[in-house]
């Protein structure tokens, strides 16, 4: 039998290790069950000079709608294009077959943006006073698209 080893990975493998990984499941899961569009959807707003503004990326399984990150640069927050970005991965994301999406988030911040864009919570995570760090929530969320 070949030997197998547990070993951590070091942090400048980390996304090329995760992308492996990830691959894997796919491809598993895609011999295992009856399989919809499973895609990635990377948007991002550059400026003349190509510099990154904003982005979102995200990814689709089962008809669902997976945001996995929203970032918008801090001068152009509250401008608008959080919401112009996350329409667009929305539109794209029907596109591609989803009828609805999904998110977490950590911040109270974010979460009341994704309020606003009609999510709901569908669960949360909580930490006590005791824990760390003391009073943290992940929020889970939701919306038919």
Not at 67 to 96: C, F, N, P, Y
Not at 108 to 123: H, I
Request: proline share 1%.
């Amino acid at each position: 039998m070949t030997r197998l080893e547990i070993s951590k990975v070091p942090a400048s493998r980390h996304s090329k290790v995760a992308e492996k990984i990830e691959d894997a499941l796919l491809s598993s899961l895609a011999e295992m069950n009856e399989q919809s569009v499973n895609s990635s959807v990377v948007m991002q707003v550059t400026d003349e000079n190509d510099r990154l503004i904003a982005g979102v990326t995200g990814a689709t399984s089962y008809g669902w709608f997976l945001i996995k990150t929203l970032w918008v640069g801090e001068a152009h927050r509250r401008s608008g294009l959080g919401t112009q970005l996350m329409s667009a991965a929305e539109d794209e994301a029907r596109r591609l077959g989803c009828h609805s999406a999904w998110l977490d988030t950590s911040t109270s911040e974010a979460r009341e943006f994704y309020l606003q864009l009609g999510y709901a919570d569908f669960g949360v995570l909580k930490n006590g006073a005791e824990k760390e760090p003391a009073n943290h929530s992940r929020w889970f969320m939701q919306k038919s698209l």
